[in-house]
């Protein structure tokens, strides 16, 4: 299976950046359909982006469209998550996680549809 290690996240003004970075080893890295997800204590785990295995499709959630991108590279078996203009909403745990299903990559947004995770990383955005 897939291990995965994200990194980048941090605290930040509002309107400020951040990349976050999904580091994967273990199996090949373009076999799987890679996302982000994100969690508010108390709530569930909500989709934010995900992208197919070539990288050349990808979805967003409507709160994320146009401020966040989602991208990989699979030479450096890495995903990321650039995200700008950032608001207080933002703010949140930051998860990745590579599914290997065979489906329409922009169509995996569920939580289910994920077998790997990685163990988060923690974005606050200060008003």
């Known amino acids: 299976q897939v291990q995965l290690v994200e990194s980048g996240g941090g605290l930040v003004q509002t309107g400020g950046s951040l990349r976050l970075s999904c580091a994967a080893s273990g199996r090949t890295f373009g076999n799987y359909v890679m996302g982000w997800f994100r969690q508010v204590p108390g709530k569930e785990r909500d989709f934010v982006a995900c992208?197919?295995?070539?990288?050349?499709?990808?979805y967003h959630a409507d709160s994320v469209k146009g401020r966040f991108i989602i991208s990989r590279d699979n030479a450096k078996n890495t995903l990321y998550l650039q995200m700008n203009s950032l608001k207080p909403e933002d703010t949140a745990v930051y998860y990745c996680a590579a599914s290997p299903a065979l489906a329409i990559a922009t169509t995996l947004r569920g939580e289910r549809d994920y077998q790997h995770w990685g163990q988060g990383t923690q974005v606050t955005v200060s008003s």
């Open positions: 992208i197919s295995r070539s990288g050349g499709s990808t």
